[in-house]
């Protein structure tokens, strides 16, 4: 019986895409042959993309950017956010379904049911439906970059980093490839396995994009280049960095940097503005904004650290992101400071549903950096110190042959490039996976967290696996320490 409520657990409220904005529908209330009848028609595959990527949107603005960034180093939390201090005091359990522990399992593993329906299902209509090959092969494709991602972004917060073991043979988590039958074992499996699984999904993506004429809306859904971008994270974060350095660096060529002066508007006005370095965001029309309440500037949740603050200096334009000028009237206005506003659209003229945030789920500014990385961790400081002179020229606005770099050999130039990194993608979810793949301790400095310091290797660099899972699931190995 308890297998049972294991397969109600994992397919809980998957779906199928109704009409192109809505979210999806209870899988288990539709049945199996609702989903094959739907799934009997060509015109039913980009609404099941736009479905798909209704709940990936639901998914980044929730918890798992937010979590990224609570427990690492560059955000306060309010001490009157309960349910956030438990995870920046790290005193989450495995009972904790209402919060990342629980909520980021569950949604990932949502969206993973309906990209193998996508995957399953669409190529089954190519026989009867020639003309729409290319659609199809299009569609199958968005389900494979995002089942990937999913299974990614899984490893990264319910598994240890990938070089935790020197042969990444520790637990990572389920590889769910179909819908799972009544009788199939569900386990974890290591995470070598995890990332080999993820990179063959995303190069049977990239070459089902690049051999299609299709495409659907660009950068608001996965393509070739955000297979290469999310390839070139993986390889970062495998220790692997001459992939690494051989996906990022045709990025790079192919997406400049936003202009220094288009630079807030990037962020603040992502309705009008179409950044040139956005390689792949989510659209926030008409949704739900939990990223802009949990940073709102009256009263937020989290906002920068003193840490963070500390990297600057006077002239760096990303300051303005931490800053916000309200205007009551003519004459009136209210400065707010020691904030993060890159959730927040400064676009009153607009319609309230017009006026979204986009969350950035890949740029080239994040391929930059690993490039900078990657190449100074091989010895090619040249390389690395090019890289890092674009970035910090356009944080001042200057060309990058007017920017100098004070270090002292390799471990020093890598410390520019992890600072400029979290200045850079601080708020984009990337911090607390950063200190983990790179095995370092996690130094808060001034904050207002019970926990000042949390030396590598330690459990909770990982969440538990939710009790509900393990209690409907015996074969679900529970993480170390909880």
Same mark, same amino acid.
């Given at each position: 019986?308890?297998?049972?409520?294991?397969?109600?657990? %994992?397919?809980?409220?998957?779906?199928?895409?109704?009409?192109?904005?809505?979210?999806?529908?209870?899988?288990?209330?539709?049945?199996?042959?609702?989903?094959?009848?739907?799934?009997?028609?060509?015109?039913?595959?980009?609404?099941?993309?736009?479905?798909?990527?209704?709940?990936?949107?639901?998914?980044?603005?929730?918890?798992?950017?937010?979590?990224?960034?609570?427990?690492?180093?560059?955000?306060?939390?309010?001490?009157?956010?309960?349910?956030?201090?438990?995870?920046?005091?790290?005193?989450?359990?495995?009972?904790?379904?209402? +919060?990342?522990?629980?909520?980021?399992?569950?949604?990932?593993?949502?969206?993973?049911?309906?990209?193998?329906?996508?995957?399953?299902?669409?190529?089954?209509?190519?026989?009867?439906?020639?003309?729409?090959?290319?659609?199809?092969?299009?569609?199958?494709?968005?389900?494979?970059?995002?089942?990937?991602?999913?299974?990614?972004?899984?490893?990264?917060?319910?598994?240890?980093?990938?070089?935790?073991?020197?042969?990444?043979?520790?637990?990572?988590?389920?590889?769910?490839?179909?819908?799972?039958?009544?009788?199939?074992?569900?386990?974890?499996?290591?995470?070598?396995?995890?990332?080999?699984?993820?990179?063959?999904?995303?190069?049977?993506?990239?070459?089902?994009?690049?051999?299609?004429?299709?495409?659907?809306?660009?950068?608001?859904?996965?393509?070739?280049?955000? $297979?290469?971008?999310?390839?070139?994270?993986?390889?970062?974060?495998?220790?692997?960095?001459?992939?690494?350095?051989?996906?990022?660096?045709?990025?790079?060529?192919?997406?400049?940097?936003?202009?220094? !002066?288009?630079?807030?508007?990037?962020?603040?006005?992502?309705?009008?503005?179409?950044?040139?370095?956005?390689?792949?965001?989510?659209?926030?029309?008409?949704?739900?904004?939990?990223?802009?309440?949990?940073?709102?500037?009256?009263?937020?949740?989290?906002?920068?650290?003193?840490?963070?603050?500390?990297?600057?200096?006077?002239?760096?334009?990303? #300051?303005?992101?931490?800053?916000?000028?309200?205007?009551?009237?003519?004459?009136?206005?209210?400065?707010?400071?020691?904030?993060?506003?890159?959730?927040? $659209?400064?676009?009153?003229?607009?319609? +309230?549903?017009?006026?979204?945030?986009?969350?950035?789920?890949?740029?080239? +500014?994040?391929?930059?950096?690993?490039?900078?990385?990657?190449? $100074?961790?091989?010895?090619?400081?040249?390389?690395? !110190?090019?890289?890092?002179?674009?970035?910090?020229?356009?944080?001042?606005?200057?060309?990058?042959?007017?920017?100098?770099?004070?270090?002292?050999?390799?471990?020093?130039?890598?410390?520019?490039?992890?600072?400029?990194?979290?200045?850079?993608?601080?708020? !984009?979810?990337?911090?607390?996976?950063?200190?983990?793949?790179?095995?370092?301790? #996690?130094?808060?400095?001034?904050?207002?967290?019970?926990?000042?310091?949390?030396?590598?290797?330690?459990?909770?660099?990982?969440?538990? %696996?939710?009790?509900?899972?393990?209690?409907?699931?015996?074969?679900?190995?529970?993480?170390?320490?909880?």
């Amino acid at each position: 019986m308890k297998r049972n409520v294991f397969y109600r657990i %994992i397919l809980a409220a998957a779906a199928l895409p109704c009409i192109a904005s809505c979210d999806f529908l209870n899988i288990e209330k539709l049945g199996k042959s609702d989903i094959e009848t739907y799934f009997s028609e060509v015109n039913a595959l980009v609404p099941a993309v736009y479905g798909s990527y209704s709940l990936l949107y639901s998914f980044y603005d929730s918890y798992f950017i937010s979590y990224a960034e609570v427990a690492g180093d560059l955000v306060n939390v309010s001490g009157s956010s309960s349910s956030w201090t438990k995870n920046f005091d790290f005193e989450t359990t495995a009972e904790d379904e209402a +919060s990342p522990v629980g909520y980021i399992w569950k949604q990932a593993f949502n969206i993973i049911s309906n990209a193998n329906q996508i995957i399953y299902h669409a190529p089954l209509l190519k026989k009867d439906n020639p003309s729409y090959e290319n659609l199809i092969d299009h569609v199958t494709a968005q389900g494979y970059f995002i089942r990937a991602l999913m299974e990614f972004d899984l490893c990264l917060v319910y598994g240890q980093n990938y070089t935790f073991t020197a042969d990444a043979s520790h637990p990572g988590v389920p590889l769910i490839l179909r819908i799972p039958a009544m009788d199939d074992v569900v386990k974890r499996v290591s995470v070598e396995k995890v990332y080999a699984q993820v990179i063959d999904d995303l190069i049977t993506a990239k070459k089902l994009f690049e051999g299609s004429t299709y495409s659907i809306a660009a950068n608001y859904f996965a393509s070739a280049d955000a $297979c290469d971008a999310l390839l070139a994270r993986i390889y970062l974060y495998m220790g692997d960095y001459d992939n690494a350095i051989n996906y990022s660096g045709p990025l790079i060529e192919k997406y400049p940097l936003t202009p220094a !002066e288009d630079y807030l508007r990037m962020f603040e006005k992502s309705t009008t503005y179409a950044s040139p370095e956005c390689i792949l965001r989510l659209n926030g029309y008409s949704r739900g904004s939990q990223l802009g309440s949990f940073y709102n500037y009256e009263s937020p949740t989290a906002f920068p650290s003193a840490k963070l603050s500390a990297l600057y200096d006077a002239g760096d334009i990303r #300051l303005g992101l931490h800053s916000f000028t309200k205007y009551a009237g003519t004459d009136s206005a209210r400065v707010y400071t020691g904030v993060n506003m890159k959730y927040y $659209c400064d676009e009153p003229e607009l319609a +309230s549903k017009d006026r979204h945030y986009d969350p950035f789920l890949f740029r080239a +500014s994040e391929m930059v950096l690993i490039h900078a990385e990657a190449s $100074c961790a091989k010895g090619d400081t040249d390389s690395a !110190e090019a890289d890092l002179r674009k970035l910090v020229a356009r944080a001042h606005g200057k060309e990058a042959s007017e920017v100098t770099l004070s270090y002292s050999g390799k471990d020093g130039l890598d410390k520019l490039i992890m600072q400029e990194r979290m200045k850079e993608l601080s708020f !984009e979810g990337h911090r607390f996976f950063d200190i983990a793949r790179r095995h370092e301790n #996690l130094e808060r400095g001034v904050t207002n967290s019970k926990v000042k310091t949390l030396r590598y290797p330690d459990n909770r660099f990982v969440l538990a %696996i939710p009790r509900v899972e393990r209690d409907a699931n015996p074969y679900m190995e529970q993480n170390e320490g909880y």
